[in-house]
């Protein structure tokens, strides 16, 4: 039995130099393939993170300094870092639009607009009728306009920045009252308080949290105010005994006082979901038509374009805005504004909409397709997890997502996965992250329960499922 000194000193002496490493045959593979300077500095780091280890435990630190484990060693180092970070996964969450999924589901019209746009030169802010310089929002700002009835419309990075963008440009140094049921937290760290600090406005909370009336509004105006400010209540509903005030009557006294009104929807669908058979969710037209004078929206929540905060409203108050500095500072890129603009002329045609948009191709799938899905799926799936797992078909509930139709759920098909032990199931549950195009479920009671409204490509899905029974 050697001492721990002695294994020290084992491994010290058995390191291979650098230079001879370089030249073992499958490390000048690596070289062709990944650049010498990356390969040297790989096994450098390698090999001082053996000589952290050997500090606690020699003798496996010189089992690693083999050849071949030394070969994985660098294999793995190489392709960790020169794999994509982000990248697709398959969404059985059963929610729809999920935010730390990438929200909406791009058309295929989409994908092309960004391809033709992404590879060369383009006019985005070029005039190609005077051949002057052009408007970015101009290849957005009629389409906006003719599918909301608005009068003037921008679009920024997201909806978080055209809040922050409206209440910096008509209320910094001012007052803007919102009603305390509408001050919303979103997940990501947006909280409404903040955005309007942050963005020079003073928050003055009216009403109580589940009932606010018209004279709340009507007492809150003054000489200091500087929009009236409401809130579409996205990702919670207060139920009970509650009182809202619609658009159209705050617009009504604010106008007397010639305070611009501001609403913020948040998901905001451009079109009435109704008549897909989903639930009701107020429309940015329909914002317009009620009177008020500058509408916030999400481009990628139910809307399913791009990332994207589009404003419409008002021209003299949309033309303050395109001048504000932070307009600047929170412009659209070129991909976004392509796949973006293909988005909106979907919605020329509505007809067509539910079968050229995924996000609402999906959102509308019936339970009966699914459960046709998941009969299909499960002797497929029995063969790979039994006899260790318990496969369930199961009714579920799927959501929006995003904050859209929060109290609405979908009905749904899935397939509960159940194990002896809730550990395994915490593990599989790990491997399916750890697969190739990861599979995201949720656990529930310690069962691994999959909703397959979401999926896609069942190819992909079962083909990589059938490596993992190998293992
Ligand atoms: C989602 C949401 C936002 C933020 O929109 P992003 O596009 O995520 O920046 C702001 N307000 C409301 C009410 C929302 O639902």
């Not at 001492?3 to 593979?29: A, E, G, H, M, Y």
């Not at 008509?170 to 009252?177: C, F, I, T």
């Not at 109580?208 to 400010?229: A, C, P, Q």
């Not at 139920?239 to 611009?260: C, H, Q, S, Y």
Request: glycine residues 6%; positive net charge; proline residues 5%.
């Amino acid at each position: 039995m050697k001492t721990k000194d002695q294994l020290l000193k084992q491994f010290n002496l058995n390191i291979p130099s650098i230079d001879s490493i370089c030249r073992w045959k499958s490390v000048t593979i690596f070289s062709d393939d990944y650049g010498k300077p990356l390969v040297t500095e790989g096994i450098k780091e390698i090999i001082q993170a053996l000589r952290e280890d050997a500090k606690l435990d020699p003798e496996a630190a010189i089992k690693s300094l083999k050849k071949e484990c030394l070969i994985d060693l660098l294999r793995n180092w190489l392709e960790t870092l020169t794999q994509p970070s982000l990248k697709p996964v398959i969404n059985l969450t059963g929610t729809v639009l999920h935010t730390n999924l990438g929200r909406a589901y791009l058309p295929e019209v989409a994908l092309q607009a960004i391809n033709s746009v992404a590879k060369g030169p383009s006019n985005l802010e070029f005039d190609l009728e005077s051949g002057g310089r052009g408007d970015r929002d101009a290849h957005m700002e009629s389409i906006l306009c003719k599918l909301t009835g608005a009068e003037a419309a921008t679009v920024v990075n997201n909806n978080a920045a055209a809040v922050f963008i409206v209440v910096n440009t008509l209320a910094n140094r001012k007052e803007v009252p919102v009603s305390r049921g509408e001050l919303v937290e979103i997940g990501g760290s947006f909280r409404l308080p903040d955005i309007i600090k942050r963005a020079g406005g003073k928050l003055v909370d009216i009403g109580t949290t589940n009932r606010t009336h018209l004279h709340d509004y009507e007492n809150s105006i003054s000489s200091k105010t500087g929009i009236i400010l409401k809130v579409h209540a996205s990702n919670y509903a207060i139920k009970g005994f509650t009182n809202d005030v619609p658009a159209e009557k705050i617009v009504g006294i604010a106008n007397r006082e010639n305070i611009p009104v501001v609403e913020d929807l948040g998901s905001g669908a451009l079109t009435d979901l109704s008549r897909f058979g989903l639930p009701k969710e107020p429309t940015a037209g329909n914002s317009i038509s009620a009177g008020v004078d500058i509408v916030t929206f999400s481009g990628d929540k139910l809307l399913g374009g791009p990332q994207a905060g589009l404003i419409v409203g008002k021209k003299s108050l949309i033309d303050k805005i395109k001048k504000n500095p932070i307009k600047r500072v929170t412009r659209l890129d070129k991909m976004t504004i392509a796949a973006l603009s293909s988005v909106l002329q979907l919605y020329l045609d509505p007809e067509k909409l539910q079968k050229k948009l995924p996000n609402l191709a999906l959102l509308t799938r019936s339970k009966a397709e699914i459960s046709k899905h998941v009969d299909s799926l499960l002797p497929k799936l029995n063969n790979i997890f039994k006899p260790e797992f318990d496969l369930e078909v199961i009714d579920c509930k799927s959501q929006v997502g995003s904050g859209a139709l929060p109290i609405n759920s979908i009905p749904s098909k899935g397939i509960a996965i159940k194990s002896k032990n809730s550990s395994s199931i915490r593990q599989l549950n790990k491997l399916f992250r750890s697969l190739r195009v990861p599979v995201i479920g949720r656990i529930t009671k310690d069962r691994l329960i999959l909703d397959f409204r979401c999926l896609e490509d069942d190819e992909v899905f079962l083909e990589q499922l059938s490596n993992f029974q190998a293992k």
